[in-house]
């Protein structure tokens, strides 16, 4: 990476705040000299650079662009020991939430403009183009959230799903999830969730829950890929100001460090938004199917998040993970 690149990865992931030159210098090993001439060639691409005697250097934030200065005040606000980063684009921000050094920090917020490998459930890739959705990922230590892994997946929907709601529908219960947490708005997928937890071989203490949140909030410029296209949608038509899509992940994060704590109400949220209760499925396992029990009805979701379904036969069985697809009689 070219000290113009380092520069502005530096500057884009404390977007809206300034950075000393001395600052800057220390984390890049670079002379100020070398940072002034890094500056001035950003500039001439466009890149808005505010450079304030005594402060230092501040990458600016346009309409459409989110202040994540303003993010980061907002949840710091409420919890002391969080941390928001911002990469313009990465490979997957559940990855860099592997990669991140946690010591100093009780959770931290990677957000992500675009992702050049986003991941999905089951090995699937999950297309993160630039200007239409959020990529983010909330790590947390179990040791200090104490978060209940069995059920933290059906939470997150839960969060994910009444933040659209309230950011854009006024507060109208419009969205709904399919099992296990995927976001659908009017029959089309607007957002995904991919949970994974990590424990770290060097550090057996250093036990990591990462939220992998994916929103698509406009349609992307081109349009969904082919091998989506029936299935992917978008929350609104048309761009998102900057504005909202912070809304958006506050409420987002607001709500999930809420539900945590409040796992009556979440449960009771996430089974009156279900899709498939009270209809029917297909099961899609990895394992080998048994025929017979390839369709089963919905009866309810149970306390920790599980399907509780019952086979064409009649017996009744619990489903703790995989994925089903809504069979339309
Ligand atoms: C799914 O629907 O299969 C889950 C999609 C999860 C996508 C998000 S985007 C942010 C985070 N980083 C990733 O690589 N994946 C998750």
């Known amino acids: 990476m070219t000290t113009k690149e380092k520069v502005l990865k530096l500057l884009q992931s404390r977007q ?9 210098a220390e984390e890049l090993f670079v002379t100020r000299a070398g940072i002034w001439k890094a500056i001035k060639s950003l500039r001439d691409e466009g890149y808005d650079i505010e450079a304030v005697t005594n402060r230092g250097y501040r990458l600016k934030v346009s309409n459409v662009q989110m202040d994540i200065a303003n993010i980061s005040r907002k949840l710091e606000n409420e919890w002391r020991s969080i941390k928001v980063i911002y990469y313009d684009e990465i490979d997957s921000t559940n990855d860099e939430a592997r990669r991140l050094d946690m010591e100093d920090y009780g959770a931290v917020l990677v957000i992500a403009g675009s992702q050049s490998a986003g991941r999905g459930r089951r090995g699937r890739r999950f297309y993160s183009p630039k200007h239409s959705g959020i990529y983010m990922s909330l790590v947390l230590r179990q040791e200090l959230e104490n978060v209940p892994t069995t059920n933290i997946t059906g939470i997150c929907a839960v969060a994910v799903a009444n ?5 854009f529908f ?4 419009v969205t709904r999830i399919k099992w296990v947490n995927d976001i ?3 029959e089309r997928k607007v957002a995904g969730i991919l949970t994974e937890q ?5 550090d057996r203490e250093d036990n990591r829950i990462i939220i ?3 929103i698509n909030i406009s349609k ?4 969904f890929p082919k091998e989506i296209s029936k299935i992917a949608g978008a929350v609104v038509n048309g761009e998102v100001p900057g504005i909202q899509r912070e809304e958006l992940i506050i409420e987002i994060v607001k709500g999930l460090r809420y539900y945590l704590k409040n796992k009556e109400e979440s449960l009771r949220t996430y089974r009156e938004k279900s899709i498939v209760v009270g209809g029917y499925v297909k099961i899609n396992s990895f394992a080998k199917m048994d025929r017979n029990r390839m369709y089963a009805k919905v009866n309810g979701i149970t306390e920790d998040y599980h399907l509780a379904i019952e086979y064409e036969d009649g017996t009744l069985d619990e489903l703790s993970s995989g994925e089903v697809s809504v069979v339309k009689y």
Do not use: N
């Open 16 to 24: 809206g705040y300034f950075l000393s030159g001395q600052a800057i």
């Open 163 to 167: 933040a659209i709601d309230r950011v």
């Open 170 to 173: 006024k507060g109208d219960s």
């Open 184 to 186: 659908f708005l009017e």
């Open 198 to 202: 990590y424990i770290a071989m060097e």
């Open 212 to 214: 992998g949140m994916g």
């Open 220 to 223: 992307p410029e081109t349009g």
